[in-house]
């Protein structure tokens, strides 16, 4: 295994260009999925790694659950070991599993908690469409079975009839993508490593920009949609308290009407219509950075995998049956 054990621990830093580049060369639905898969992957080989460097830094520890023939001079030699390196990966392991579970447990509370406050509230429902009487502005989506548009009066005071349903098919686009799930995937994965913090940055935006086109496709003028998105992150950040009600959910949701760098959402709704592309021209510097991050997550993959196999095959050769 050697040092090669660690690389996945420090390749994640290739996908930071990426990180940066794809919301500009790549289409927003393309970019969603290309830096959740290459976060996700990134951080199961950096997990992994964590994994190995725990069990066989530990090896000799007293007390470790590992087979006596670990303790053999020839297995010893051939897995390189550091006991304080085990140790650490103990603390980070445990740290990983620690934040990603209460991640996941805050992530389904929220659901849970905003779904059962939905149905106990006297809310106008037309379709997939609950009108809250709120005088605090916002909007957002619910996910579920079914899933739910929960939009407040004073956010539709805020906006004309074109508005409104570029906000609601803004919303819509983030039910029927399951944005919740990437969205969920790049946190979790930045949990696991803070590298890939930028990635989780990078996924939040891309999605509120995917949702951005499908309501410009559905309403068929993208300056509406730019003047609704401008409108809502405006007049919700105008409000004044958002830590209490339903608006404390909209604040919460990863699926806030004003997530975003709205200025940028804007910029990019006022030009012409992203190509449908699934990888960066290649004359431009994002098609560089996304071959630099498919290359990290090959390696870290190849890495992650080689050790494991050769653990595995250690163990079983030191451990006959």
Known sequence: MGVFVCLPLVLPLTALPIARLAGQHLHPRSATRLLAAVGTLLALCSTLCLGLLMVVGTAQLPGNPLPDGWSDPEVRDAVPYEVKAGIVAIGALAAVVGT??????????????AGRALAAASA??????????????YAYALPGDPGRVVVSTAMIRCLDARERRALVAHERAHLAARHHRYLLAAHLAARANPFLMPLRTAVAFSTERWADEEAARAVGDRRVVAVAVGKAALFSHRAPDASVGFAAFAAASEFDSAAGPVPRRVAALLAPVPQARLW??????????????????AVSAFSSLNAAVTLVRILHAATPL
């Open 280 to 297: 960066p021209p290649s004359s431009s510097h994002a098609a560089l950075a996304a071959l630099v991050a498919t290359a990290g997550t």
């Open 100 to 113: 990603c579970g209460w991640t996941v447990y805050r992530h389904v509370r929220l659901r849970i908690r």
């Open 124 to 137: 106008v429902t037309s379709g997939d469409v609950a009108v809250l009487p709120d005088p605090e502005p």
